[in-house]
């Protein structure tokens, strides 16, 4: 006796396929969100009480989804961020941006932030130099009374505020050098980038240089990071020229250095270049700090313009 076999409704058959295809394209779509990236501009930032810092996105993959993102921070009585990515520090400690796509709110990333203690920044310099109180330094840019005035009185005018202008930190002495001496490179409207190094910079701390960086970026609202020539050329963005020796696409390269220490202060350079023929900069330049810890500087022997 033969059995039987029951037919299966073909409508059944049709459901459960549709089914399956659901199941699958959701599948799909949540691998697709899981390899989505999100990457900024810093993925860690340091700042001091009252500053602040701008946060950029500089890539977003997949890139279908654009670089439209939402801030937030997790803990805003340490620091703020703004809709447009400003971040504000408030007081010490460490905190979290969350950065989510708009588009998908699974692709995300986090941006650490540490805002470090504005008194222990004030405490002493962030380079240690303790002349003798008696010890006057060469050529000092720090005002004194004297009898007479220097028989080449007629030159300091040209730079008078250096011998009047004094700075709590090392990082307000190199912001207004900057200021004053590559604004109109940094303004150019081929520039849309800038990148500083300050490697060299021994007597800066991490916070101070980051602070340096975020400042530059607030001033002339453009992308700034803190690289070596020779990580830009790893990278490409500076590339060898026969012509001018080096050229940097879209950008200026700012390097600071910090060369001889002497018992007032130290010796530096500084220089601002877009290639090797067009840069401006100074190589003999001083540093002072007097008895106040407050720094005072002298810009001196120009580089190629």
Known sequence: MKKQVKKVPIYFIMMLALVSVCVLEKEVNTQAASKGKIIMNQSKISLLPGSKFQLKVKKVKP???????????????IATVSKKGVVRAKKAGKTKIVIASKKNRKIKTIVMVMVQENKKEE???????????????????????????????PEPPKEPVNDIEAFDHLTGMYFDIISKEFTSMINADTVNQIAIDLTDCMSMSDSEKQVLTGLICEKYGKETMQKTMDELKTEGSIVEDDTYGFVFQGGVFIKICELEKESSGFSFRISCAVNGLSAKGFDHCKAFVNKDNKWYYKLDGKLLS
């Open 63 to 77: 890139s279908k989804l654009g670089r439209t993102v939402t801030y937030k921070s997790n803990k805003k009585k």
């Open 123 to 153: 405490k002493k310099p962030s380079y240690t130099v303790n002349p003798p109180v008696t010890q006057k330094p060469e050529n000092p840019v720090v005002p004194v009374v004297t009898p007479e005035p220097p028989k080449h009185s």
